[in-house]
């Protein structure tokens, strides 16, 4: 068999995962002990493998997720009211599938940042398209938008994420601008896509946050009253690390 002209055949045709799979079994001393069938599944399976890999570091790099974190490095031990059976059926992203959103809230330091992007890669493993936001950044972001003529382009973007983090939401009081961009945001993906919110606000207070009460009734429709939550409470984990050094 002529080797190196097929391995530069696969490679033109961006078969990598073959390419590198029958170069090995080419040097492989039990290669006779196996049937054409089992070498080309093995090679088969080793393509699926790589463009598999490749598509999930495509989907990963498109989230630009903040923290570095999965679902199964999460903390369970520490004292901040996170269910952990309740963490792991959301791990599932079923919610996502059924077009739900997830809202999850409590104090400063308590980790809502680091879940958020757990069920974010999750998401991304499990073949979803998603992207990572601060909220004050969107805000900013899309003004930025309506100045250039970007906006609508934008709104499109956001709108087909299967999943979209809106991260550290409820800093500031909303404008007529920022409350107008976001009823626009959960309307494009109401009933289609998925809304994960984090906030140090709790949900309660986020009617009087929003300002205008139909504006404030719309928006809490579209996002709440379809999501999950999870409440978080206690010390800040980034203090509590702290002292340990």
Known sequence: MLLHPTLEKLNTLRFTGMAAALDEQMQ?????????EERLGLLLDREVTVRETRRLQT?????????????????FRHP???D???ALRLAGCDWIRERNNLIITG??????????????????REGLNTLYLRTTKLFEDLALAKGDGRYLKLLKALAKADLLVLDDYGL????????????E???????????LVTSQLPVDHWHEQIGDPTVADAIL???VHTAHKIQLKGESMRKKKANLT
Do not use: W
Not at 59 to 74: G, T, V
Not at 109 to 115: D, E, F, I, Q
Not at 185 to 195: A, F, N, P, V
């Open 28 to 36: 492989m001393n039990s290669l006779t002990d196996m049937s054409f």
């Open 59 to 75: 989907r990963l790099r498109a989230a630009k997720l903040r923290q570095d974190s999965c679902i199964e490095d999460i903390d």
């Open 80 to 82: 901040r009211g996170l």
């Open 84 to 86: 952990k059976s309740l």
């Open 107 to 124: 104090p400063t330091g308590v980790g809502k940042t680091y879940l958020a992007c757990a069920f974010a890669q999750k998401a991304c």
């Open 172 to 183: 500031v009081q909303l404008g007529r601008e920022q409350r107008h961009d976001l009823l």
């Open 185 to 195: 945001i959960l309307e494009d993906r109401h009933g289609l896509k998925s809304t």
């Open 221 to 223: 429709d579209r996002l």
